[in-house]
């Protein structure tokens, strides 16, 4: 049950991600690989705010979004002067920088010994120690960022974001900020990206730089165009599939001296069907299955 709880809250946690991720990628059409740095960067703000001074969960959040948005913001003046495959490349470039900062600086971050003895997080007095209490916080954030996406989608300015998307001269000829735009989205998901930071440190108590390399956004990522761009409930089943189909990987009887490879080459294998069953391709064999429930 303890193995089941926790990759419940690993769906969790990459469902905000991706959904964070959407906003700017699926929204706007920003694709980012630079998202494992703000989610780094969450996580360290409240490491450091939490071992080093003392201060519990709850501050720690707006504190973590802060910085990541700020970071966001310098981030996007240099990167949105590219574009299309350039700015790919420029936010490639961001997170291995964002990487190297957390592997050396090491008064800060203590480089590759990590941040260890990451408190629990308190509320209404209590611990939040359980993995069943845990899953039901991270549900709470996962409802609460999924709400604001989705408002933000519907709002004017989420319109504004499809429209560059689609056509983005279009959208400057009717005199639409585009560079403001995406200036906006892009700081709005690295700032949303810290929240579950902040809750991945304090779940696992310890961090470390390889939490948060290049290959964790390129995989948040997977889960954003596997899910659907723009989609926020594909997200969800993206994440699902991407969690839990290596780990039922694990149960086929395979020969432990070919377990590891075989497994990767179905995974890989059952990851470009997905991807040639269309744009919503996981959603899509979920929903006859929720309709029928």
């Given at each position: 049950m303890e193995y089941i709880l926790h990759l419940f809250i690993l769906i969790c946690f990459?469902?905000?991600?991706?959904?964070?991720?959407?906003?700017?990628?699926g929204f706007a059409g920003l694709i980012?690989?630079?998202?494992?740095?703000?989610?780094?960067?969450?996580?360290?703000?409240?490491?450091?705010?939490?071992?080093?001074?003392?201060f519990s969960f709850w501050p720690s959040i707006p504190l973590a979004m802060i910085i990541s948005g700020c970071i966001a913001f310098i981030v996007?003046?240099?990167?949105?002067?590219?574009?299309?495959?350039?700015?790919?490349?420029?936010?490639?470039?961001?997170q291995?920088?964002?990487?190297?900062?957390?592997n050396n600086w090491m008064?800060?971050?203590?480089?590759?010994?990590?941040i260890p003895g990451i408190p629990s997080i308190q509320f209404l007095g209590f611990s939040v120690e359980s993995k069943i209490s845990f899953l039901l916080l991270s549900l709470?954030?996962?409802?609460?960022?999924?709400?604001?996406?989705?408002?933000?989608?519907?709002?004017?300015?989420?319109?504004t974001l499809m429209a560059i998307s689609d056509d983005e001269i279009y959208s400057q000829s009717i005199g639409k900020n585009v560079y403001l735009a995406k200036t906006v989205s892009f700081t709005l998901s690295?700032?949303?990206?810290?929240?579950?930071?902040?809750?991945?440190?304090?779940?696992?108590?310890?961090?470390?730089?390889?939490?948060?390399?290049?290959?964790?956004s390129i995989f948040v990522l997977s889960i954003v165009i596997i899910g659907g761009l723009g989609n926020l409930s594909g997200s969800f089943f993206a994440s699902a599939f991407l969690v839990l189909l290596p780990e039922a990987l694990r149960f086929v009887g395979?020969?432990?001296?070919?377990?590891?490879?075989?497994?990767?080459?179905?995974?890989?294998?059952?990851?470009?069907?997905?991807?040639?069953?269309?744009?919503?391709?996981?959603?899509e064999l979920f929903e006859p299955a929720v309709k029928k429930s």
């Open positions: 990459y469902t905000m991600l991706s959904q964070c991720l959407n906003l700017s990628a980012s690989l630079t998202h494992a740095g703000f989610y780094g960067i969450g996580a360290y703000t409240t490491a450091i705010l939490s071992t080093y001074y003392s996007s003046l240099i990167a949105l002067r590219t574009v299309d495959d350039y700015f790919i490349i420029c936010t490639l470039g961001i291995v920088i964002l990487f190297s900062i957390m008064d800060l971050t203590r480089g590759p010994l990590g709470f954030f996962v409802v609460a960022i999924w709400f604001v996406l989705r408002n933000i989608s519907r709002s004017g300015f989420g319109k690295a700032m949303l990206a810290a929240i579950p930071g902040t809750l991945y440190a304090h779940y696992i108590s310890y961090i470390d730089p390889t939490s948060f390399t290049v290959n964790e395979m020969p432990d001296s070919i377990a590891a490879n075989m497994r990767q080459i179905i995974y890989g294998f059952i990851l470009v069907i997905v991807m040639m069953t269309g744009k919503n391709g996981v959603q």
